[in-house]
Nanobody, 123 residues
Framework: VQLQASGGGLVQAGGSLRPSCAASGRTFSGYVIGWFRQAPGKEREFVAA????????HFADSVKGRFTISRDNAKNTVYLEMNSLKPEDTAVYYC?????????????????WGQGTLVTVSS
């Protein structure tokens, strides 16, 4: 499956963004889709993920209550709604696909990756 993330940008602290991850290729609905982020000089970290049906989600503690994740399998797209953004949310955001039933939080568990979209939050 091929993934393409888009919708990043520059926003002031407290603002919102809604990056999306569009998929093509294999059956999109069979994959867990996760979002990860990587800030300069830091390791890639888990942000959020959603099961193939959309019935299960999981969030990193740092974004819980501020971010939501949803998917539209008919459009082969997953959305990451980011609210109350903070400067520490600044990073390149990547979406990834995992064929496992379970939601993983390690980048090593994901098989396919998109190219990333830059999110910059100014103070």
């Amino acid at each position: 499956v091929q993934l393409q993330a888009s919708g990043g940008g520059l926003v002031q602290a407290g603002g919102s963004l809604r990056p999306s991850c569009a998929a093509s290729g294999r059956t999109f609905s069979g994959y867990v889709i996760g979002w990860f982020r990587q800030a300069p000089g830091k390791e890639r970290e888990f942000v959020a993920a959603i099961s193939w049906s959309g019935g299960r989600t999981h969030f990193a503690d740092s974004v819980k209550g501020r971010f939501t994740i949803s998917r539209d399998n008919a459009k082969n797209t997953v959305y990451l709604e980011m609210n109350s953004l903070k400067p520490e949310d600044t990073a390149v955001y990547y979406c990834a696909a995992d064929s496992s039933y379970y939601i993983g939080t390690s980048p090593r568990e994901y098989d396919y990756w998109g190219q990333g979209t830059l999110v910059t939050v100014s103070s």
